[in-house]
């Protein structure tokens, strides 16, 4: 059950990857190599900080296959996986929310404390995405955009490290870290909320 | 015997990234730097990602003389040194051949399975090239030009570490791995043999 | 002391990571990582190489709290700290000297010879500025602007190498390999002193 949820929140992130690949006309292994980086890069930095390598991305051949398929279907079918690109961003964030909690959780797990175990977990959860946009020669939308992406994944993980801190159960802390982090970007999405940018000053 | 060749393999690839940042009009710390970084990136990762650290890059200084040799060559002589480019390929593709079947079978040493240690192989024969691009300020040129080169590199990887999960003696398997890859990419280069490009939606 | 020394370089490394992103128009997400990981970059670098993980960067919460206080600093009163920039130079200087020192001794620590030890004193002196280029979407200043910044803190870094390596004490090797290289950057930055480039070839 928990394997199926993060296959696919790693599937729903690898579709992203391949769709930036294909718009910034990449080749097979661009859009390929994208959807893999999306998919399992926030985790994989997560792992090697942590000192958990081999990360169980390389542990588990589902967790290559998973990504590698996404980047296939969107190699093949871009038309139509653009076209779901609504539905997508409620998955997007339901992926967010169980990345920033199980990055937490983990984080905690090898030891870490609570403010550690929180930025890991936001790392998990915004890794893959940074990782794509710089191989995709962009700057990375989480820091430019002002979408509120970043720091609802910081709060959601913030909550799961804390609780676990505190001594409550894991499975108890999941639920409300990961409704934090995924219901918070997605009401954002919906309502164009914004995070504040630098007020620029006047050119001299 | 082998020592020397893995060295081959990381002065060909330094010099790779001497030239690109000769040509990208970076300085002297720029050249060896990319040229370094291009020469060990590929196996720095992989060791990186199977906690195989510090990385050998780093416990014989051979392996950083000879990259940072590169570089200093390349930063002194580079007309000379793009002259030999057509030789050069030549010896790229040798050292992709080598890269990507070690990269496979010490990560098969590590204990990882076959699906990941190919993935695993073809990034240690990319991953130099991936590095030097970024650092240049544009997309990898593996990601993006259509050229047959990692798909030759995935395909020795995988023989290789497909062989040795079948238990032959990896001693066996490196020379139709390293073929393989070097072969098919330079028969790629030579015919002009390409990988697919997504096809291009019509714009709307 | 030695804790407040080297929180004081993160801290002015974190206020140059905010200042680029606040220049390239980044949201306040981007102008804190920016900042956070400026400031803590070269060091994870180094503490992944050596295997060194989870880094000290994670194991103590001011590690965090510093640069992300400088990032906040600088996304609310930019203008002042902008007008602080060429002060901010003299301690830049310093902190490079520290970083380059502490990270070839902690190299030595973890085992490796006086070649491999200042590569990475360097390294962790100019990683964080990397990867802030790097997420800037710019190609990294220390690579291209012939400032003399990587060489002094190479020099500083193969002093204290070396040094340990033929059995001085550490405390003995901190000052003439940190003030080597902070005196020579300082001094290369006042009298505009530059590294140099590869003579371009006449465009053929």
Same mark, same amino acid.
């Given at each position: 059950?928990?394997?199926?949820?993060?296959?696919?929140?790693?599937?729903?992130?690898?579709?992203?990857?391949?769709?930036?690949?294909?718009?910034?006309?990449?080749?097979?292994?661009?859009?390929?190599?994208?959807?893999?980086?999306?998919?399992?890069?926030?985790?994989?930095?997560?792992?090697?900080?942590?000192?958990?390598?081999?990360?169980?991305?390389?542990?588990?051949?589902?967790?290559?296959?998973?990504?590698?398929?996404?980047?296939?279907?969107?190699?093949?079918?871009?038309?139509?996986?653009?076209?779901?690109?609504?539905?997508?961003?409620?998955?997007?964030?339901?992926?967010?929310?169980?990345?920033?909690?199980?990055?937490?959780?983990?984080?905690?797990?090898?030891?870490?404390?609570?403010?550690?175990?929180?930025?890991?977990?936001?790392?998990?959860?915004?890794?893959?995405?940074?990782?794509?946009?710089?191989?995709?020669?962009?700057?990375?939308?989480?820091?430019?955009?002002?979408?509120?992406?970043?720091?609802?994944?910081?709060?959601?993980?913030? /909550?799961?490290?804390?609780?676990?801190?505190?001594? /409550?159960?894991?499975?108890?802390?999941?639920?409300?870290?990961?409704?934090?982090?995924?219901?918070?970007?997605?009401?954002?999405?919906?309502?164009?909320?914004?995070?504040?940018?630098?007020?620029?000053?006047?050119?001299?």
């Amino acid at each position: 059950m928990l394997l199926a949820l993060d296959l696919l929140g790693i599937f729903v992130f690898a579709i992203s990857g391949g769709l930036v690949a294909v718009r910034n006309q990449l080749d097979i292994v661009g859009v390929v190599v994208l959807a893999m980086a999306t998919g399992l890069g926030g985790g994989v930095i997560r792992d090697v900080l942590i000192g958990a390598v081999p990360p169980p991305a390389l542990d588990d051949w589902r967790y290559l296959a998973v990504p590698a398929g996404a980047g296939l279907v969107t190699f093949l079918w871009h038309p139509a996986v653009e076209r779901l690109e609504r539905v997508m961003n409620v998955f997007d964030a339901a992926g967010l929310g169980m990345f920033c909690v199980a990055g937490a959780l983990k984080a905690h797990d090898y030891g870490l404390g609570p403010a550690p175990a929180a930025a890991l977990g936001m790392l998990t959860g915004i890794g893959g995405g940074v990782i794509r946009d710089l191989l995709a020669g962009r700057v990375p939308v989480v820091l430019r955009s002002g979408e509120l992406y970043a720091i609802p994944a910081l709060a959601g993980a913030a /909550v799961a490290a804390t609780g676990v801190e505190l001594g /409550v159960r894991p499975a108890v802390v999941v639920v409300p870290g990961a409704v934090l982090a995924s219901g918070w970007r997605l009401l954002a999405f919906r309502k164009g909320w914004t995070a504040p940018a630098p007020r620029v000053s006047p050119p001299r």
